[in-house]
């Protein structure tokens, strides 16, 4: 393993596990955290990288972004080791410092390529100074054909506990969430299976009754795939998969604050309904982000870029080109909400329903050295992924 050189974050606010310290410092050895506190206790900076940075830049913990496709023309789904390397390397820039590869709706054999390069790259090529692979986010095949957004309609199967379980057998485990839509045959014996096998069962592509949804939380659901999106929607007689998720508590759900997914008023909504312990920022990115507008591949599909969407030819969006880190900023701008609220919602939060929140998701002592640093805009200015420096915007500019 490389040596990584500890480091010493001096001069700013640090946005701790409970507390905000205006002035404060952050040791970094090993890629773990050592210490934090104000700069008046700080002592024995010898054998550190100092680092000082402007008092009002702020030190937050490394966004997690469950679902993510893709970025800087790769994709989950390439199913080659560049592909992947291309992500690991790319999310840093928007604050991102891990995540889970997201596959999508195909023939079979394509996603079992695509299951068996993530499986191994994170086996093998997870490493300091990238953002971390933290697992796999199987979206579709199992969801509901009405719903199926840029999911492709031919390849879509009902829940198949046999096929699941050679998936996750060829990714050696690392399946760590699913997106069925649980009305489906099949769907509630699949969601009881990835329970009691510590699989996120995620509500997603679903056209379920708020009863259905209900007989899924009972069977151990406890996650909602962007909310809003390709869902049965609220009805004051049939309060759908979005009713669900604003009444049980037990789901948490995923929102992709673009302002082009859900609107800025419904995310207020949402917010409003399942505060800053309900919610996990996502982008359901695809290739296209950091890229010009023009045409792009998704799943076999073509996809086309402009003004901030990204649309099949019939107009149905296909993913999207945000950045978690201005997702970050938009939900603030879009509710009203604090720092700390949006924090909760894009690293407590995803670290939490990961079972990760041991070590990572906030910063504290003990943890992975995750560290993203704001500017007074609430820009990315920095990214630390596990002690390493990986992005410095005044370096990457040159």
């Not at 409970?18 to 700069?39: A, L, P, R, T």
């Not at 329970?195 to 509500?203: D, Y």
């Not at 009805?235 to 997914?261: C, N, S, Y």
């Amino acid at each position: 393993m490389t040596q990584i050189n500890p480091i010493l974050l001096k001069g700013i606010q640090v946005y701790a596990e409970g507390i905000i310290i205006e002035d404060g410092f952050i040791k970094i050895n090993d890629g773990k955290i050592v210490e934090i506190g104000s700069i008046n206790a700080l002592n024995d900076e010898t054998e550190f990288e100092v680092i000082e940075l402007p008092k009002h830049f702020k030190a937050i913990p490394g966004l997690i972004d469950v679902h993510i496709h893709g970025v800087n023309g790769a994709d989950t789904m390439d199913a080659t080791k560049e592909a992947l390397d291309t992500m690991v390397l790319a999310l840093p820039r928007e604050g991102t410092t891990s995540f889970l590869a997201t596959t999508m709706t195909q023939e079979g054999k394509q996603i079992e390529n695509a299951l068996i390069n993530a499986g191994q790259y994170i086996q093998n090529q997870n490493k300091n100074g990238q953002a971390e692979i933290l697992g796999i986010h199987l979206e579709g095949p199992f969801v509901n054909a009405k719903r199926a957004g840029a999911q492709p309609v031919q390849y879509i199967v009902d829940p198949n506990l046999t096929l699941f379980k050679e998936w996750q057998k060829l990714t050696n485990g690392n399946i760590k969430l699913v997106t069925l839509a649980p009305e489906q045959p099949g769907g509630l014996d699949m969601i009881r299976y990835l329970k009691e096998n510590g699989v996120i069962a995620s509500i997603g592509h679903t056209d379920a009754t708020y009863d259905q949804v209900n007989h899924a939380i009972d069977a151990g659901a406890n996650h909602a795939t962007h909310l809003f999106n390709q869902m049965r929607g609220l009805h004051h007689r049939e309060p759908g998969v979005v009713g669900a998720v604003f009444l049980r508590e037990e789901l948490k759900a995923e929102i992709i604050v673009d302002g082009v997914h859900v609107r800025p008023e419904m995310v207020k909504l949402a917010f409003k309904q399942k505060q800053r312990e309900g919610l996990i920022l996502i982008t359901d990115s695809m290739r296209a982000k950091c890229l010009k507008n023009g045409k792009y591949d998704l799943g076999g599909q073509e996809v086309i870029v402009k003004d901030g969407k990204a649309v099949l030819d019939d107009g149905t969006l296909a993913g999207s080109i945000l950045k978690l880190g201005h997702a970050l900023k938009n939900i603030i701008t879009f509710t009203g909400c604090s720092l700390e609220d949006a924090i909760e919602m894009a690293s407590a939060n995803p670290a939490k329903q990961l079972n990760i929140y041991h070590r990572k998701g906030s910063i504290s002592v003990g943890k992975d050295a995750d560290i993203v640093i704001l500017d007074s805009e609430l820009e990315v200015y920095q990214t630390i992924c596990r002690g390493v420096q990986t992005f410095n915007r005044e370096e990457n500019s040159k």
